[in-house]
């Protein structure tokens, strides 16, 4: 539900997302993070979260580091 989303976005933001957002009618969810350590963290509130709120399980979750470079030629 929308609740459960917002909830689930707000506990992400409080577990140190620098911003986050859900996609669609919910399939993927989006933060992003100053470190990997804290995107690492807010990734198992964001599990635990849907999970306590709906009883959802995440099919898949990923840390990654975005390109700090920027759009070149390649």
């Not at 957002?21 to 509130?45: Q, R």
């Not at 709120?53 to 700090?68: F, I, K, R, T």
């Amino acid at each position: 539900s929308a609740t459960n989303g917002a909830s689930c976005l707000s506990r992400m933001q409080e577990a140190g997302a620098t911003g986050c957002t859900i996609s669609g009618a919910g399939p993927t969810c989006v933060a992003l993070c100053e470190t990997k350590e804290v995107g690492e963290a807010v990734a198992e509130v964001m599990k635990k979260t849907f999970k306590d709120a709906g009883n959802l399980d995440c099919a898949s979750v990923q840390v990654s580091q975005l390109d700090q470079q920027g759009s070149r030629i390649v």
